[in-house]
Structure formats: C-alpha cells, structure tokens
C-alpha cells in the first residue's frame, strides 16, 4: 500500500516536471515516459488539478495537456541547474538598484533553507568565481543577507557578532524586524535584547552566529516608521557637529522649513526647541539663517562660532554695498 502511494507520488512529481518544461502532451507521449497506460495519464491530470495546478485539455488527435497560468501561485519543480540559476540570479537582483531588494532576499532565503548541500556547493562556487566591478559601498555577503533575511521571514532571533566604527568586536543578540536598503548599504533595524531598546546594524559588519531556533513576537511598527527610523539614527550617527537651539517661532513652521532628521520640541504656540546638527558648521548655520526667526543658541560652540562668522560676512557684504552707493 505504502509502495503504492510513493510510486504515485513520485510519478506525480514527474508528470509536473513534465508539463512545466513543455507547453503542450498528447496523453500517449506522457504515458510513453512515465511507462503507464493513458488511462493512468488521465487519473494523475485530475490529481494535480486537485492539488490546484491548472492542467488545460484539449480533445481531439492534435490535441493534449498544458500547464496553464492559474489565479495562485502553485508549487514549482526546479532541476538542479534551474534551482543554481535561480539562487544566484536572486542573489545578483539583492545587490542591484531595482526596488526589489528585500523581496529578492526573502525568495533567496526561503530557496537555500531546501537546497540540497551539493547544489549550495555549486551555487558558492558560481559566486566565488564572479567578479565584480567595484564600486563606492562595502562588499555585500550574500550568505550574511540571507541568513538575516531567513531570520526575520522566519521570526527567529539573531546572534552575531559585529564589528563596531573603531574596529572592536562585540556580540549581539537581537530579534530582527527588517532590512533596509539605503544607496550600497544594508541596515538590519533590530530589537537589542540585551539593551532593551531599538539598534541599527550595518549588514557587512555583520557575522551571524549558529541559529538560535528560538522564535519572538515582532513589534508592531510601519514601513513608514521604520525607513525614518532608519534615516535618522544613521543621519544622526554620522554627525560631527550638534546643537541645541531656541527657536522664536511655532514648531510646525519650523518643522516644514528644516530637513529631516531634526527634533523639535514645542515650548509654547511661538517658540521650540530643535536638536539638530550637521558635519559642516558653517552650513548648518545657514540652514537656521533661513528659518527668518530669531534664533538663541542653547548648546554648540561649534555653531556659535559659524553665526559669528556669518554675521562677519553679511556685515561686510553689507557695507560694501552701501560705500558703492556713497
């Protein structure tokens, strides 16, 4: 009995196989490769129609069996060199600039989690053997993106050592809530466990550990929130300057004339706080130049000194103009 059904499975899988590199059989050249009678052919057509693969027959001598576009997705039969095609063509689409970065990571982890390991071996070996032609952002693991990637879809949280700006090492232990794709580098927007609080980690410092089997809850937050999430702690990250400023107008107004990523606390209907910064003084004090509200500088000597030297000039600009006009 048990023999039975494998050797109807197996010769279902075949069938499949069959009908998904061919566009049309007639029933006596199926039953011709699957050594069956046409009858048989017959019975596995109405079984895969049952599993929901939409099998088209057409009646008559010109006529057979194709595989036809459905209104879901069924399960698909890759051969070995299909399935090595597929995991490195998803692995170039993950470096490209194409908007379906985080997509082609998700396929691309779900394909390696059933990979056989002879056919990971040859899909390594097409990567090793590439070359690519460098370009301004960090070498991008493809085995690093997928694990990540396998992690999240997978809701399984994630140990990794990482390597922070300075060069030291550390190990992290996160539950990891997304990607991020930001220009040629790749973010993992992460809940630290062991601080209790929200992390960014830059993927190519990135070494994942064994994986931890242990499943989580992700937190509830929006694609929306995430990406700004995201926008300003790197932004804020890569500041060299800060300050903090009283700003003598209402926070909404202020709001709509600074680029993100500020914070601005209102401290009555005319006046707020900003916290904001910038790796170039002299141009962040421009920026607040042009809010056209009365400014009081709170912490920065760094932008004290810049509105200093910007007075300097538009008083010198100034006065040259109203000697010409003597």
Not at 175 to 200: F, H, K, T
Request: net charge neutral.
């Amino acid at each position: 009995m048990i023999e039975n059904m494998l050797e109807t499975s197996a010769r279902l899988l075949e069938l499949l196989s069959l009908l998904q590199v061919k566009r049309d059989w007639t029933s006596s050249e199926l039953a011709g490769r699957l050594d069956v009678s046409t009858r048989t052919i017959r019975a596995d057509i109405g079984k895969l129609r049952s599993l929901g693969y939409p099998v088209d027959a057409r009646p008559g001598v010109a006529g057979g069996y194709r595989l036809a576009a459905g209104t879901a997705m069924p399960p698909l039969l890759l051969d070995d060199d299909e399935a090595v095609a597929v995991a490195v063509g998803l692995g170039a689409v993950a470096t490209q600039r194409l908007g379906v970065e985080e997509t082609s990571l998700t396929a691309l982890a779900k394909l390696e989690q059933v990979l056989p390991s002879r056919l990971r071996r040859r899909v390594e070996a097409v990567r090793a053997a590439m070359s690519v032609v460098p370009g301004t952002g960090p070498q991008l693991d493809l085995s690093v993106l997928g694990a990540v990637a396998a992690a999240i879809r997978g809701r399984e949280r994630l140990r990794f050592g990482y390597t922070k700006p300075g060069g030291s090492e550390e190990a992290r232990h996160t539950e990891p809530q997304r990607l991020v794709s930001w220009g040629s580098i790749w973010y993992l927007l992460a809940w630290d466990l062991d601080r209790d609080n929200w992390r960014i980690f830059r993927v190519d410092r990135m070494v994942p550990r064994a994986p931890t089997g242990v499943r989580f809850q992700p937190h509830v937050i929006t694609e929306d929130e995430v990406v700004e999430y995201v926008v300003g702690r790197v932004v804020k990250a890569a500041w060299k300057y800060r300050a903090r400023v009283l700003v003598h107008a209402p926070a909404a107004k202020v709001a709509a004339r600074l680029p993100k990523p500020v914070d601005i606390e209102a401290v009555d209907e005319s006046t707020c706080r900003v916290e904001l910064g910038s790796d170039d003084p002299d141009r962040l004090a421009l920026s607040m130049a042009q809010l056209d509200a009365d400014i009081e500088v709170i912490e920065g000597e760094e932008l004290v000194a810049a509105f200093d030297r910007l007075a300097t000039r538009f008083h010198r600009a100034a006065g040259s103009t109203s000697t010409k006009g003597l």
